[in-house]
């Protein structure tokens, strides 16, 4: 089974053979539709004026389509709406026990998890929330982000020192109480917590030396709580590169297999299994880089039993706290390159400002945004809040409805800068060449949901989506939904040809409206 988003594109172009409007473009894109390797495919579709709500073009506007990623639109809205585009996540230390003067404290820190999504892992010079258009939460093919992932528990480590404290004779501690663990949907990390440390991911780097050596690996963060065997070897230029990651305990890796020489570094990821040992591991080291003396060791697990009550924690001094960017970063983070983690874990943090701690609470509360603002909450289904999972099914009309309604809101401009656009970032980087004529007029979430075909080889490309905002060449101003459901693929060159001509329909689209 495997979810994962492609070469996800511009596909906003297909008309009904009942369109008015611009026949000519309509056979052309009816042609598109109904021959070739999209004819099995079954397509809906609603493009609308943005301003008047006018129906342009239509297709199935009332079905359920299974839309893939575009889910992310439902969920970062209602996060947006529950939270506040300029919502900060406060992630503080609390020391309990006295400090001698010395500078010994004789007790605990803990580490109290809000939910924050990066922990300042990913923050640039400018504030702002560093991304890649091919995130490390996909593995293979990743860019890694430049930031030190470990920057917010050396800043958080730096402030434990500047309080006074020196030597802690007690344990680290990571409270990750904020909501109940679940597991979230497509492809990344599975595990949805409240502790989130370069997404509870290992980076493996493999890079190639000269033919008959070994290879070099390195693993980020480096931590010495994992132990990790590396046995790649640099193969020459003609041999295949092929790498296997095993793990024969949740504190062990074992890197295996060859790479060729000339290859650019290959990007690998493993998932840790356990969130709130990786973190106090990680939070120990932090604090002996900083200079205060740790006696308990990384190698140890987090002690969830010598936590306090959450009312204790106002007898408590706070020693140090880390604030987020403003939460229109992690937006932007989501839409951009379609972080599945971070997006399931929205319902659990609307969730946990109102007191609850579950995933259907919190996508009750999602229900109640989706009313308000005015779509057809009954007429759709969310089983999670990032895409994949089997309930998940929404309407062109609905999707269009939720569309125009942020449009009409104060922190719209946050959303839509929130977008990948077609042909410059993100999910829709690569969707049309630089000279296209709609490069940077279409702003668009994309989604992209298959299953493996083990039967016939190749997979069934169950959802193709697009979702958001476009600007034609004649000045009109559009929000438009479509969906392409169970499509069957060869293999994932197909799928990306399939891609690349939707992406020629979108610069059709742009030049004939």
Known sequence: MLRQPLFECCVLLLLSPSSQAGE???????AFVDEGPHKNGQWGWLIADLESGETLFERSPDRLFAPASVTKLYS??????????DYRFETPIYARGQVNSDGLLEGDLILVASGDPT???????????AFTNSDHIYGEGAELTTPDPLAGLNELAL???TAGIHRLQGDVLIDDRLFEHARGTGSGPALLTP????????????????????ARVVCRPDTASLNVDTQVQTVSAHEATRVAIESPDDRALVISGQIAVGRKPLVRTHEVADPASFARSLMIEALRRADVTVEASPLGRNNAGRLPAREQYAGLRRVAQLTSPPFSESARLILKVSHNLHASMLPLLIAAKHGQSTLSEGLKRQREFLVRSGVDADSISFGGAAGGDLADYVTPRATVALLRYMAKRDDFPVFERAL???????????AVPPESAARGKVLAKTGTLFWHNRMNGGSILTSKALAGYMTTAGGKRLAFALFVNNLPTKNGDDRDQVGKALGRLCEIIYQGT
Not at 24 to 30: D, F, G
Not at 123 to 128: H, I, K, L, W
Not at 197 to 210: G, H, M
Request: hydrophobic content about 45%; glycine content about 12%; aromatic content about 0%.
């Open 195 to 214: 502790i989130v440390i370069n997404d509870n991911l290992i980076d493996i780097t493999i890079t190639p030396a000269t033919a008959g050596s070994a």
């Open 76 to 85: 970062v809205a209602a996060a947006m709406d529950e939270l506040g585009a």
């Open 24 to 30: 000519p473009l309509a056979r052309q894109v009816e």
């Open 159 to 161: 402030a434990v020192r």
């Open 119 to 129: 922990l300042g892992g990913r923050t640039g010079s400018n504030g702002e929330i």
């Open 420 to 430: 990948p656009v077609l042909g410059q970032d993100g999910t829709l980087a690569r």
